[in-house]
Every structure is written in structure tokens, then in C-alpha cells.
């Protein structure tokens, strides 16, 4: 199983092979963590992401996918973009929370990747509360193993957010 580490910071300044990119689904761009990867990750991540858009993603990358570009700028080689699931009260979308995990590591494993860093995945303009998500993500990141994989760290943007994540891993990694 790798590593899992928590460390509170911000997403761009990770110097790992893999960043994730709590993308949408046009993969042209957003706010957020979309927002400051594309600002600082500079034109070639969006060439990248044009070009698949022109290509297997005609139709945009679904909820749950997971696909990798250039990093451009970024300290980190590649970023993998994938698309969380808006958090809903009336349907449970747990499981498309955790296909964006599982399938941002095995992409990132099939780069030959060794550390990945993700963002608390739909918890921002996608509303999913923390503790819900912290959960599926801390469980379903320590459940794919992957053996090229040696460490995933979880980047949170402030201490509150770090501070649940913290007491989730506590209780199931
Ligand atoms: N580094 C680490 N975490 C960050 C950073 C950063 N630089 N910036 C924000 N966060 P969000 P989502 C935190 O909204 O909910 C975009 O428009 C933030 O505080 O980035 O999956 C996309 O294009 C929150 O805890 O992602 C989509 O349309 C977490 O990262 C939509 O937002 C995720 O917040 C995706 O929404």
C-alpha cells in the first residue's frame, strides 16, 4: 500500500510526478484548483487539453474519468485531470467520488508515476462536505494497490479541511 501523507498547502506548488486536477468536464478550465493549474501550469497544459478535446474527448472527459496531460510550468511532471461528482442530498454519488481516485492512481501508475497529490476532490465549488468526501478518498486511495505507486499525499488548502481529513485518516487508514 503507499504511503498516505497530509500536508496543508497549495496544490501547484507540489514537486511530485502527479498532480491531480479536480477538473469539469469541458477539461478547458474552471475556478479552483482548475483555475490556479491552468494559471500556473501556463499554455501547454490547455494545448494539452484542447488536443483531447479535439480527439477521444469530443465529448468532454465523464464524472469519475480520469486522463493526464503536461504539467507545462508546475513543478510536478503531469498533471491527471478528473471530474468529481457535485455533491447531491437526494442520490448518493460516493462511488463516482471514488472512481475519480481510482482512476486518476491508475493512470498516474500507468505513467509510470511513484508520488501522486490530490486535492480534496469536490469539496470546493462542488459543495460535497468534507468529512463525506475525506472519507471515500482516504478509503478508496488505501484500498487500490498499486504497486508503482509509493506515495499519495493529500494537499489541503486550509486547516480546517486538513484538520478533517486528519480524523478520518486516523480512523481508516
Ligand atoms: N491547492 C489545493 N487545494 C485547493 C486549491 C489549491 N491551489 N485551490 C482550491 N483548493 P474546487 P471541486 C481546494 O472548487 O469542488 C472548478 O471550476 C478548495 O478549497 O477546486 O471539485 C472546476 O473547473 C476545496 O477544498 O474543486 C469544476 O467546475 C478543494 O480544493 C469545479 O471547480 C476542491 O475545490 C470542481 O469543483
Redesign the pocket.
Known sequence: MARIELVL?????QHVDVVV????S?LL?????????HRKGGPDVLAACRKLRAGHYGRGLGTGQAVATTAGRLPATWVVHT??P?WSAAEDRSALLADCHRNSLRVAADLGARTVAF??????????P?ESAARVALTTVAATDLPEIATVRF????RA?YDVFDVVASEVV
Open positions: 498547502g497549495d496544490i501547484t506548488e486536477n479536480a477538473a469539469n469541458s478550465g474552471g475556478g479552483g484548483v482548475d483555475g490556479a493549474i471530474v468529481g457535485v486535492p480534496a476532490i469536490s469539496t470546493g465549488i462542488y459543495r460535497w468534507v494537499v489541503l488548502f486550509d479541511t
